[in-house]
Each structure stands twice: as structure tokens, then as C-alpha cells.
Nanobody
């Protein structure tokens, strides 16, 4: 399973960015997709989640500003980030809770991660 995240960049406060994450491989099903973020010296923080039933949830710090959405049975997930603040600066990671084939085995994992994409909000 591979997760490819993209869309990070540098914006001014109040700006917007849209992150994307594409899941590939021998996927059987995806139960949920999550976006986390991390800044140096801090633990990775869950920002937004979307379930197989397309139910979204957000951390209080981004509620009302960020929107998670998905296509193709969660194999593509987006994070629309509006009204960005300097405190949103972080490396953003997508994460999959999924079941997939590994050789002839079936693997259930909540620990599949993309490579991270940097978001910098600064004037």
C-alpha cells in the first residue's frame, strides 16, 4: 500500500490550500482516512477524519476552517484548508485504516502513512 500526499506550500494568513492523498496498491477496503499534522518537538496531531460512510470529524482547532472529503471509496482524500493561521504551519500526513493484500495474506492496518507535505503559513 502506498499513500502519496501533495498540495502543501506557503501561504499568507487567511489564505487557502488543498491537500490531496492518493492510496494505491492491492486495497480490499478502506475504513477511514485521516489527516494528521506535526511540528518539531510535538506529537502528531489528528486534524480531520472521514469514514467509509463519509462521516467527517475535525479537531476543535480546525473546525469551521478545514473540510475533509474523499472520492473513489476513500482512495483519494482531500483536505481543503481555508482561513489558514500561522499555527497551522506543520507537516501534514495522510493516514489510512485499511485492509489489503500483501502477497497472499490479508492485512488489516491502521498504520499506513503518506510521506508528509509541508504547509507554511506566514506573512
Amino acid at each position: 500500500v502506498q499513500l502519496q500526499a501533495s498540495g502543501g506550500g506557503s501561504v499568507q494568513p487567511g489564505g487557502s490550500l488543498r491537500l490531496s492523498c492518493v492510496v494505491s496498491g492491492r486495497i480490499i477496503s478502506i475504513s477511514a482516512m485521516n489527516w494528521y499534522r506535526q511540528t518539531p518537538g510535538k506529537q502528531r496531531e489528528l486534524v480531520a477524519s472521514i469514514t467509509r460512510g463519509y462521516i467527517a470529524d475535525y479537531s476543535d482547532s480546525v473546525k469551521g476552517r478545514f473540510t475533509i472529503s474523499a472520492d473513489n471509496a476513500l482512495k483519494t482524500v482531500y483536505l481543503q484548508m481555508n482561513n489558514l493561521k500561522p499555527e497551522d504551519t506543520a507537516v501534514y500526513y495522510c493516514n489510512a485504516d485499511c485492509t489489503y493484500y500483501s502477497g497472499s495474506d490479508i492485512v488489516a492496518s491502521k498504520d499506513e502513512w503518506g510521506q508528509g507535505t509541508q504547509v507554511t503559513v506566514s506573512s
